[in-house]
């Protein structure tokens, strides 16, 4: 078993290495990581705190004291900033944990029986058919803004669109020749599911999980932005960008240290997805495909054209 | 007088001369005269021939001659070349479904080129789209002109392609395996057509192809391509009658000849039947209330222990639906099939797991058959894990290790992955797959048709070898009479779902009783210029006959 | 084509019925008593009863959901608890803007972002090319809102060539009124061209890849005639949703932009709504723009039968 077990690693290896080749993926992971480990790191260390408010010192520019300047309330823009990327970063993957684990065992589900699929599909289709944004505004407003609605609601709006690009993708499994095979030499659903289709489905999964990370701080932002998601004072990015709209004319430098913030990490999560689209499936090109869905998704309905059976 | 075409040491090579394409080839088409460029897949044919055109894929470095019709083609500026393109030569696709495109009815694209050559007056082009349509046999062109491609049949489509490529009488036709997506009655025709095009108006062909049984058809000369460097040149009598290149002898000795085939004796004992069909249909249903699609109807036919009963149609005769029945992958709607005497139709659950582990599946493509996430071990292993077959971990091995010496591949291969793999290894992996709970029946579903012909051969050499020596039964599906020949005790004939023929391989293939199965005989190709020549007047009367519908 | 149109109308009417219950459960899940938000914290418990009969808060819940179906089936989405008209009259009073701001980006962004694209497909791999790839990389890494604060820096508070926010009615005051809506058409517009951009060269280079156009090439037709011709109209299909996408999303899209910019169009009275808990407003805009944004994507679907032989002729199959 020794050979064999080394080949095998060899190979997983090679994937590994093939992933350390990836500049998309590399870059990406620096980018996100960084964010992540200046949020958690740099606050307690620094001795940053994101709500003592000094009115004496509002709207001052970048400073020794305050590196990126201070608020309207006097509030510390870095500290401000780094709370916020917290706030958005621990949303975001509670969000996407949840839709991606819901969204697959529904998919999976779908594709089990047809009576059912039907359902889960016309259900998905409605959903679906409310701009993201839109419904993610009319959700929160309904549940009243705070931490725990905001990831119902945009649980909500995500999981349509992973259930039914999972039922197809796990649809379009049962037909392929390997899965045929599977079945003629008399493997049970079971087994079909979890050696063929599971692992399959996972990886175009993996891809769409982090697009949707950067949907959701994207959408967070803008739901902040309109009032509509974390409540203040607590820091977001979105608030940020609200309070600094008001303050554009005398601290231009708010708003532009919150959008390098916001658009740093939307850039470095797409390198991840390409990079990782790349390994996944390396006949899609990350320049020619892709992409362009997913800013629609953040208006506008994830609608599966081409994926009706 | 000048060669239509003179190619002169044509080199062509990909990532920087990294992959050597095409090396050193020179080639010569003479006025009127067919010339067959013969090769594997990765020869270099195709590459060569386009070069004529100076249609290269992005990134190939070219260098050498070539001449058409006196014009240098590699130095031409992007003006000539549109003049010459379609004028000086033109050329006919492999895939005709592709090289049309969908949005546009087939007399633009026709009249596409004549306008590019000059032919300003939309109902002159028209009138002479007509014609040309008229010209390759395609009924009704006055209502067809204005059909879009998918209205058309495949062989339709072609005849539309080589009607483009004939619009503006060029001096030289290139035709990149012209019917290898065709049906072999459908490429009868065909061929028919581009030796007209030859005769009635004296247009040079260069025809590349794989088939070897084309190239006795329709060349006159023929050069063979291997690893990028012709070969052999030689004319078309000589090559089948004496080839001198190692690599020719070989080609020539792995095409499967109709006629030829082993006589096997019929000792099988017809009372262990080990599937047995009586009247069989199957019907799928139609999409939002369209009519239903028959697949096959009232087909009975069984095939005893030990026995190999070989099904050959053309596309579309429902025989890929048959074996997928045998294993539950299609559903038996009417009449009866009985799978080791168990009848599929009221089959469930773990009794029709139970049957499929007694039958090995073999399936067509053996790229798409396995998982890419699993290594060639847990391919092969997957059957006996499902049916937990064997109680350990080291028994599962011992035993894939074993399957991979009978199907004659290197003990190492286990850890690859299918994709690392070549087209002929993947299918031998596909066998030990079929062959690892020891099945006393297998179904092989066109296993060789994506293979090369060299390959071909030795899968089914060494199908053979295995059936003899574990002595399982097998309904062996194809398209190819002479595979279904060589491999099979006895043979069926299907169209449209009907079985028209059934009887032992010699008998079918020497007195076929239907009309259908001589035709069919009669398309196949042989690789043998006098044969093709005497049979050729048999076919096209049979064909224009039309008693394939 | 005519039983394709009813086919794809067709399978519009469960998703208009699973939308329509969502929007309907937004006013039912909404905290709080919808009487009492109309008559304020003061008012008296009788009165909020008796309001409560007479909006029919107290029928059982599907009749309301029937009520309120069979009303916005006439196009009565009730009555704003604060604007004093019905919702559809306010949907109708703040469409005007949002429609011109979305025609102007539109316009802005299919004028730049059609012949940049197919421009960079036949000239791939140049430098050309190389720069469209930085531009539409913007697109897909820029939020709206956040290119729309930072072109109001540029222009607004450096530059100070236009306004920050605001907005003229520019059928009375067309200078003005184009000098309002400049900012926001372009910040969204710039974002649209990016994403067009790239779909239209990803298409083009996929037609132009195909072997009908090297068939067609064989045949000595010109590289100008190819491009235009031939992969126009074949990369038409992706090209046209994307346009027709690009539309529908702006006309909900626009939230951020109105609000970033104080445009009175369907956004702001959107986020108006939420602010002031007016859910009939709030429904009636989901419900609205829901429904267009379904209507566009028929009417790009039956585009699709236009365009595409295979999709018109399916009726009729000949063999």
């Known amino acids: ?305 081409g994926d009706h059976q | 007088m000048t060669m239509p075409l003179v190619i002169e040491n044509l080199n062509i090579s990909f990532g920087q001369g990294a992959i050597e394409a095409v090396r050193d080839v020179s080639l010569e088409l003479r006025p009127g005269e067919i010339l067959a460029l013969v090769g594997e897949s990765g020869s270099g044919k195709s590459l060569t021939a386009r070069s004529a055109l100076k249609m290269f894929p992005e990134g190939a470095i070219v260098d050498g001659r070539i001449n058409l019709t006196g014009e240098n083609v590699l130095a031409a500026s992007p003006k000539n070349l549109e003049r010459i393109r379609g004028k000086a030569a033109a050329m006919v696709f492999q895939e005709p479904s592709t090289a049309l495109n969908p949005v546009f009815t087939i007399g633009w694209q026709i009249g596409e080129g004549l306008r590019a050559h000059g032919m300003g007056d939309m109902r002159k082009r028209r009138a002479r789209a007509i014609e040309l349509l008229r010209e390759v046999g395609i009924p009704d062109p006055e209502t067809r002109v204005d059909y879009y491609p998918h209205q058309l049949s495949g062989g339709q489509k072609q005849r539309v392609v080589i009607a483009m490529a004939l619009a503006l009488r060029p001096a030289v036709i290139i035709a990149d395996e012209p019917t290898t997506a065709l049906d072999v009655t459908v490429q009868a025709g065909i061929l028919n057509l581009l030796r007209r095009c030859r005769d009635e108006i004296g247009t040079s062909i260069l025809i590349i192809t794989h088939n070897l049984g084309v190239v006795a058809e329709l060349a006159d000369r023929v050069a063979v391509m291997y690893q990028g460097r012709i070969v052999e040149e030689a004319s078309s009598a000589a090559l089948f009658a004496s080839p001198q290149a190692e690599y020719t002898r070989r080609l020539l000795a792995a095409v499967p000849r109709l006629g030829e085939g082993t006589p096997k004796e019929d000792a099988t004992n017809r009372e262990g039947l080990v599937l047995e069909t009586n009247q069989l249909e199957i019907t799928y249903p139609g999409r939002f209330g369209r009519t239903l699609v028959h697949a096959i109807r009232g087909v009975s036919f069984d095939i005893a ?83 937990r077959a064997l109680s350990s971990a080291s028994a599962v091995k011992s035993r894939v290790l074993e399957l ?85 005790h006895r043979v069926g004939v299907l169209r449209h779902g009907e079985l028209l023929e059934l009887g032992s391989a010699r008998e079918v293939m020497s007195t076929p009783h239907h009309d259908y199965t001589r035709l069919l005989i009669n398309s196949v190709p042989v690789p043998d210029p006098a044969i093709q020549a005497s049979k050729r007047a048999d076919v096209q009367s049979m064909l224009s006959l039309g008693v394939p519908s | 084509m005519f039983t394709y149109t009813l086919r794809r109308a067709g399978a519009l009417i469960p998703v208009l019925l699973v939308v329509s219950i ?34 029919g808060l107290n029928e059982p819940l599907w009749h309301r959901y029937l009520e309120w179906m069979s009303h916005a089936f006439r196009g009565d989405l009730g009555t704003s ?152 109209r074949n990369a038409g299909l992706p090209i046209i949703t994307m346009i027709g996408l690009s539309f529908a999303s702006l006309l909900s899209g626009a939230v951020v932009a109105e609000s970033i910019f104080n445009i009175p169009g369907i956004g702001s009275l959107l986020v108006n709504a939420i602010e002031r808990r007016d859910y009939p407003v709030l429904q009636g805009v989901v419900l609205f723009l829901t429904i267009i944004y379904l209507g566009l994507n028929l009417l790009v679907d039956l585009l699709y039968g236009v365009i595409d032989p295979r999709v018109r002729l399916t009726d009729s199959v000949v063999k």
Not at chain 3, 25 to 51: C, F, H, M, N, T
Not at chain 3, 105 to 125: D, E, F, N, Q
């Open chain 2, 305 to 387: 222990a030990g026995e190999v009963l070989g099904l050959v149609g053309e596309s579309g005769s429902g025989k890929s639906t048959i074996g997928r029945a045998v294993v539950g992958l299609s559903p038996v709607t009417g009449g009866a099939m009985r799978l080791f005497g168990t009848d599929l139709r009221h089959v469930k659950g773990e009794r029709l797991r139970e049957l499929r582990r007694r039958v090995g599946f073999i399936f067509q493509d053996p790229a798409s058959s396995f998982n890419r996430f699993m290594t060639v071990f847990d391919c092969i292993a997957e059957p006996l894990r499902v049916h």
């Open chain 2, 404 to 488: 991979l010496d009978q199907v004659q591949l290197p003990r190492d291969m286990s850890g690859r992955y299918p994709g690392e793999l070549s087209g002929g290894q993947r299918q031998r992996v596909g066998l030990a797959r079929a062959l690892a709970l020891n099945p006393e029946f297998i179904v092989a579903d066109e296993p060789t048709s994506a293979l090369d012909v060299s390959i071909q051969a030795k899968v089914l050499d060494l199908f053979k070898s295995l059936q003899k020596e574990l002595g399982f039964a097998a309904l062996f599906i194809s398209h190819d009479l002479a595979v279904v020949e060589e491999i099979s």
């Open chain 3, 22 to 55: 969502v929007v309907f459960s937004l006013g039912w899940l909404a905290p709080g008593d919808p009487a009492r938000i109309v008559l304020g914290p003061e008012a008296l418990e009788a009165d909020v009863q008796k309001l409560r009969d007479s909006m």
């Open chain 1, 1 to 305: 078993m020794t050979e064999l077990t080394q080949t095998i690693l060899g190979r997983r290896g090679g994937a590994f290495s093939r992933a350390m080749q990836n500049p998309h993926l590399i870059v990406g992971l620096i980018i996100v990581g960084g964010m992540a480990l200046a949020a958690v790191v740099l606050p307690p260390l620094m001795g940053l705190d994101s709500l003592a408010v000094d009115p004496l010192n509002r709207l001052k520019p970048p400073s020794v004291a305050h590196p990126f300047g201070t608020d309207n309330f006097g509030r510390d823009l870095a500290a401000r900033i780094l709370f916020g990327a917290s706030t958005s970063l621990s949303l975001a993957a509670l969000v996407t944990v949840l839709a991606a684990s819901l969204g697959v065992a529904v998919g999976i589900l779908a594709s089990f029986s047809r009576l059912l699929d039907h359902v889960i599909m016309r259900i998905c289709d409605g959903l679906m058919a409310i701009p993201a944004l839109l419904f993610a505004l009319a959700l929160t407003a309904t549940f009243g803004p705070n931490f725990s609605n905001l990831v119902i609601a945009l649980v909500i709006v995500f999981v349509p669109g992973i259930a039914r690009l999972v039922r197809a993708r796990a649809l379009a499994l049962r037909s392929e020749t390997f899965v045929e095979a599977a079945i003629a030499m008399g493997g049970s659903n079971l087994h079909v599911m979890a050696r063929h289709i599971f692992p399959n489905v996972l990886s175009i999964v993996a891809v769409q999980v982090t697009f949707i990370f950067a949907e959701t701080i994207v959408i967070e932002a803008a739901l902040s932005f309109l009032g509509a998601g974390v409540p203040p004072p607590a820091a977001s990015w979105g608030n940020i960008l609200y309070d600094g709209k008001a303050a554009i004319t005398k601290a231009p430098y708010m708003v532009l240290f919150a959008s390098t913030a916001v658009v740093i990490t939307v850039v470095g999560l797409t390198m991840i997805g390409d990079g990782l689209r790349d390994l996944v499936d390396p006949r899609m090109s990350a320049r020619e495909a892709g992409g362009v869905r997913r800013f629609f998704r953040l208006v506008v309905p994830r609608s599966g054209k």
């Open chain 3, 81 to 232: 608890y604060f604007l004093n008209m019905p919702v559809s009259t306010a949907i109708g009073q703040h469409f005007g803007p949002t429609m011109q701001l979305a025609v102007l980006t539109i316009v802005y962004a299919l004028v730049i972002s059609v012949p940049l694209g197919t421009l960079a497909a036949r000239w791939r791999g140049s430098a050309f090319d190389q720069g469209i790839a930085g531009f539409t990389l913007i697109g897909l890494t820029f939020p709206s809102f956040v290119l729309s604060l930072l072109l109001v820096i540029i222009f607004s508070v450096w530059l100070r060539w236009l306004p920050v926010a605001g907005y003229r009615d520019p059928f009375s005051d067309p200078w003005n009124g184009l000098r309002y809506l400049i900012l926001p058409a372009l910040s969204l517009g710039t974002i649209y061209a990016a994403l067009i951009t790239r779909t239209v060269r990803a298409s083009v280079l996929d037609v132009l890849k195909s072997e009908y156009v090297d068939a067609a090439r064989s045949r000595g037709v010109s590289e100008n005639r190819l491009l235009f011709a031939h992969a126009l």
